[in-house]
């Protein structure tokens, strides 16, 4: 009896490195996201592939996977970056680029969700939410936002130029497709500012995504920038938040693989597999961000599909995120912001 | 073996040999310290501040633009020649990551040229072949490809960028920058931002180590007046938030604080307020919180310094007549000054760093050093330009120690 405990004790020891051998790291921004994300993609994937899903929670800081490619010592093999650092990544040479062959037809995807470096895994916006149990009448643009007298109290808004500037220029009677042309110009971005100053002696900055949602349930402010799989995430808890999609800012989630990632190959079949159809679907109706593939969309149901950035009824006055403009000029504009911020 | 007579040269040379394997023996057991510090405190700071002035992404990527581009009054159109030369630079790169670098470096300067490089660089390795066109067509071609290689701004990023040591990153950092003509200047006020940060950060820490200070103070002195026993039951409710981690803290006071929280309630309840104060996401949040935690640091030297005080001093003072308050001034605090002082470098010199508790308690004008320090080195992948924020921090923190010094005219010292 002894002996054969023995044995398999040295048996489980030898067999180690082969369990190993097929773990995945996949690294996400963790919170409501990284369940959904647990229960859609990871425990699936464990099932098919007979390998286990290491999660890692991280706050989207390139430094680390820029250390890791740069010393070569890559323990990340999938990783869910934002879309300005799936674009910044690949020209770096920091994430491996994919063989898309192995990923579905292209014409499935919506066409952002197509990089060479990444695949899009779904769409999030930044969107205007409020308590509906507080307010009589419903905001529903920008321009309410910044209308004090109509709606008295503080806003919540994120630290950062990002968004921000996009939706003072939308305040400030800017047609939601004009407003990157007019923020590239010198006097948009002048124009961006003054209107955040109009505002600033009422804004209560946020850091992370989980305040806004605190805020506007504590009373704190009227109403907040917030993402809106957040505030989703708050009605399923039972609070009466609700958005108004008009002018909001989407924008996609990504897939990428850093560069010398040793499970390459069970890395690229992961994003395979959680890019399918039947995969996103399931994410999609465990939190309200919307598929990439679209082939997705018809297994939803008309409430579910509600509730996503990407439906017909809330993407029609939208804002898509432009990549190129805040990889260009975003820099420069954080570091004007922290001075604005400052005066 | 004999015995060397006293003072012979056979004892010197044994006691010498003595006293060297002696020497030998401690500078073997203080190594494993010495190459620790060397290790994790030297090399790194040693690394950040190369990393503050190191420019090596144009030179590397760029190697024949910037020797031609050397010779160019970076006042008219750069010849024809120079247009060839990145043209040709950038068809031989064969690693994309050296082109992502340099358009992160040049676009750190001009915003706008990630684009601009990027664009150009994918043509290089495509239809722009520089070796099989003339200069002049490889000009038509970049401007047809970009009218923005038009535009001077981004030929003197280039030039400016020529050598692998640069300034301006510590010139960022305080504010200046070069310009045109490789002359020293201020930059324009609406960029102008990082001396008014770090006066900020200076200005929270000074409002932090005060308030500590003057909570502080008469706590340690009533905590060494007290039995042993009292003491140190006292002590561990000063030490145990000590233990707790700063997360769990900063939450706690985001629940006390809050427009419904535990302090407006008993405000309002206690008519001493008639609408709920904002006392987070300001700094005043900011500061209560940064207090709180940092109040062990200020009353643990201040503690082990008063017991050390005899009683009988103070006693001696007032019974040759002089008033008791003054007597506490006058004989006690200053038996006290190590105390203070080291109390209070402590706290300052820790609160300067401090980074998590702004972020989530302050607002966007609240932010400290090193708010900005992660931001570049997490969101902008601008090294150069976060290693330089850290050399400004670090020579403000020496320069403040010195000053420190020459005041207290005293070495650091705990208690």
């Given at each position: ?98 063989d898309w062959s192995k990923l579905g037809p292209k014409a499935d ?52 130029a990002r968004y921000n500037l996009e939706f003072a220029l939308m ?173 | ?183 020293i200047e201020k930059v324009s006020p609406d960029l102008a931002v ?222």
């Amino acid at each position: 009896m002894k002996t054969t405990t023995l044995i398999a004790a040295i048996a489980a020891c030898l067999a180690l490195p082969a369990l190993a051998q097929s773990q995945l790291t996949v690294v996400n921004f963790g919170g409501a996201n990284g369940a959904a994300q647990k229960k859609a993609y990871f425990e699936p994937f464990e099932k098919a592939a007979g390998a286990k899903v290491v999660a890692v929670e991280y706050n989207g800081e390139q430094a680390k996977i820029k250390a890791m490619v740069e010393t070569k010592k890559v323990t990340w093999d999938v990783v869910e970056v934002e879309s300005p650092d799936v674009n910044r990544g690949c020209d770096e040479a920091l994430f491996e680029r994919l063989d898309w062959s192995k990923l579905g037809p292209k014409a499935d995807f919506l066409k952002a969700a197509v990089h060479e470096c990444g695949v899009g895994t779904f769409v999030w916006s930044t969107v205007l939410a409020f308590d509906a149990d507080k307010l009589k009448t419903a905001p529903t643009n920008w321009a309410d936002f910044w209308d004090v007298k109509k709606y008295p109290g503080k806003r919540g808004m994120r630290k950062g130029a990002r968004y921000n500037l996009e939706f003072a220029l939308m305040a400030d009677g800017v047609k939601t497709a004009d407003v990157y042309k007019v923020l590239a110009t010198k006097d948009g971005a002048e124009r961006a500012f003054k209107k955040l100053t109009a505002l600033k002696s009422n804004i209560q900055w946020w850091e992370a995504g989980a305040q806004p949602p605190q805020f506007l349930v504590a009373g704190d402010v009227v109403m907040s920038t917030a993402y809106n799989g957040r505030i989703d995430a708050a009605q399923r808890e039972g609070k009466n938040l609700q958005i108004a999609w008009a002018g909001g800012i989407y924008d996609l989630d990504y897939w990428v693989i850093p560069k010398g990632s040793p499970n390459k190959d069970l890395a690229m079949k992961y994003i395979a597999m959680a890019s399918t159809p039947e995969a996103q679907s399931e994410y999609a109706k465990l939190i309200s961000y919307g598929p990439t593939n679209v082939k997705a969309l018809p297994k939803l149901d008309a409430k579910v599909l509600g509730q996503l950035p990407t439906s017909p009824a809330n993407s029609k006055d939208a804002l898509q995120f432009n990549i190129k403009f805040w990889a260009d000029q975003g820099e420069a504009l954080e570091k004007r912001f922290a001075s604005w911020a400052t005066q | 073996m004999s015995v060397a007579a006293a003072g012979s040269p056979e004892l010197l040379r044994t006691l010498a040999r003595v006293q060297a394997r002696r020497r030998l023996v401690a500078l073997a057991l203080t190594l494993p310290l010495l190459l620790f510090l060397l290790a994790t405190f030297l090399v790194p700071i040693g690394a950040l501040l190369v990393r503050a002035v190191e420019n090596p992404e144009v030179v590397t990527a760029l190697p024949r633009s910037t020797a031609l581009l050397a010779d160019w009054d970076r006042k008219s159109e750069p010849p024809a020649a120079a247009f060839a030369a990145l043209a040709t630079d950038l068809g031989k790169l064969d690693r994309s990551a050296d082109a992502g670098a340099l358009a992160r470096r040049l676009n750190s300067e001009v915003p706008g040229a990630r684009s601009l490089v990027m664009g150009t660089y994918r043509a290089t390795q495509d239809e722009l072949r520089a070796d099989q066109l003339k200069p002049e067509q490889v000009r038509e071609q970049m401007l047809a490809l970009d009218e923005r290689w038009a535009e001077l701004k981004y030929w003197r990023a280039i030039a400016k960028n020529a050598s692998r040591w640069t300034p301006d990153y510590l010139l960022t950092a305080v504010d200046l920058r070069r310009n045109v003509d490789g002359e020293i200047e201020k930059v324009s006020p609406d960029l102008a931002v990082f001396t008014g940060i770090l006066l900020r950060t200076f200005n929270i820490s000074a409002v932090v180590t005060l308030t500590c200070l003057l909570l502080g103070y008469p706590l340690a002195y009533w905590l060494s007046t007290l039995p042993a026993r009292k003491a140190n039951v006292l002590m561990i409710l000063v030490l145990v938030p000590f233990w707790t981690s700063i997360l769990v803290r900063v939450a706690a006071w985001i629940v006390l604080l809050q427009r419904e929280g535990l302090v407006n309630k008993a405000l309002l309840a206690l008519n001493v307020v008639d609408a709920p104060l904002t006392l987070l996401f300001n700094r005043t949040g900011v500061i209560i919180s940064m207090t709180h935690i940092l109040l062990p640091f200020m009353i643990l030297p201040l503690y082990s310094v008063m017991k050390s005080v005899p009683p009988t001093y103070l006693r001696a003072a007032v019974s040759l007549g002089s008033a008791p308050l003054a007597a506490f001034f006058r004989v006690y605090v200053p038996q006290t000054w190590p105390g203070i002082g080291a109390g209070t470098l402590l706290v300052f010199i820790l609160s300067i760093g401090y980074y998590v508790t702004p972020a989530l308690l302050g607002g966007a004008s609240d932010q400290m050093i090193s708010y900005y320090i992660a931001q570049y080195i997490n969101v902008d992948v601008n090294w150069g330009m976060a290693c330089a924020l850290g050399a400004v921090l670090l020579a403000a923190t020496l320069v403040l120690y010195s000053v420190y010094r020459r005041v207290v005219k005293a070495e650091l010292s705990l208690g």
